[in-house]
């Protein structure tokens, strides 16, 4: 069993930026891959961005590209998204999961098997 602790939202006005955090509870972190998901209201989660176990390959989704940008830390068992240039439709809740699939389409919540409870990113006009 994995655990995760997402951290770093907040109330943000557009054009702002914010660093999250998600830590993950078991020293075999880095053999996964890490992937951030966001939920608005009224809408279904969508896919971030993901991260490779090594931290050479990342995937984003289209409309984050250039302004989202994930990294992680394996000696610190946490991934971070940081994220620049908010706009009022960055508001969600934001999650982070662990895939325990070598090569999967990590795109897809499916390829995931633990998650983060999330944290709440707000962007006013």
């Known amino acids: 069993q994995v655990q995760l602790v997402e951290s770093g939202g907040g109330l943000v006005q557009a054009g702002g930026s914010l660093r999250l955090s998600c830590a993950a509870s078991?020293?075999?972190?880095?053999?996964?891959?890490m992937g951030w998901f966001r939920q608005a209201p009224g809408k279904e989660r969508e896919f971030v961005a993901a991260i490779s176990w090594s931290g050479g390959s990342t995937l984003s989704a289209d409309s984050v590209k250039g302004r989202f940008t994930i990294s992680r830390d394996n000696t610190k068992n946490t991934v971070f998204l940081e994220i620049d240039s908010l706009k009022p439709e960055d508001t969600a809740v934001y999650y982070c999961?662990?895939?325990?699939?070598?090569?999967?389409?990590?795109?897809?919540?499916?390829?995931?098997?633990?998650w983060g409870q999330g944290t709440q990113v707000t962007v006013s006009s």
């Open positions: 999961a662990v895939s325990k699939l070598p090569g999967g389409n990590y795109r897809l919540s499916t390829a995931y098997d633990y």
């Open positions: 078991r020293r075999t972190f880095s053999m996964y891959a």
